[in-house]
Nanobody, 125 residues
Framework: QVQLMESGGGSEQVGGSLRLSCAYS????????MAWFRQVPGKEREGVAT???????TSADSVKGRFTISKDNARNIMYLQMDNLKPEDTAMYYC???????????????????WGPGTQVTVSA
């Protein structure tokens, strides 16, 4: 059974950095996608970045050059390094996993069947 748990959220000032972690277990697919999403109240869940089992990554245009997704296969942890934070990055951040999510991985939330409970990120001026 796939389980995901995010950590590392918090409050940060504009221009600061945070690193989110997603500890996962039960991901035994030979090919899989993992991703970070974010959501603010009243808006749709938005794809932030994805990473495939072969290490291929994608990121949304809104975070390109500022956010970096990575994965430690030995420790079963996925990361999202967030630099140069902006107020519009404020959201609940979720990690997600899919047995097959496309090539490269899709950023559409309906592709992902397994989700963590989320961690809040707040960026203030």
């Amino acid at each position: 059974q796939v389980q995901l748990m995010e950590s590392g959220g918090g409050s940060e000032q504009v221009g600061g950095s945070l690193r989110l972690s997603c500890a996962y277990s039960g991901v035994t697919y030979s090919t899989y996608c993992m991703a970070w999403f974010r959501q603010v109240p009243g808006k749709e869940r938005e794809g932030v970045a994805t990473i495939k089992s072969d290490g291929t990554t994608t990121s949304a245009d809104s975070v390109k050059g500022r956010f970096t997704i990575s994965k430690d296969n030995a420790r079963n942890i996925m990361y999202l390094q967030m630099d140069n934070l902006k107020p519009e990055d404020t959201a609940m951040y979720y990690c997600a996993a899919a047995g097959w999510g496309g090539a490269p991985c899709s950023q559409h939330p309906l592709i992902y069947a397994k989700w963590g409970p989320g961690t809040q990120v707040t960026v203030s001026a």
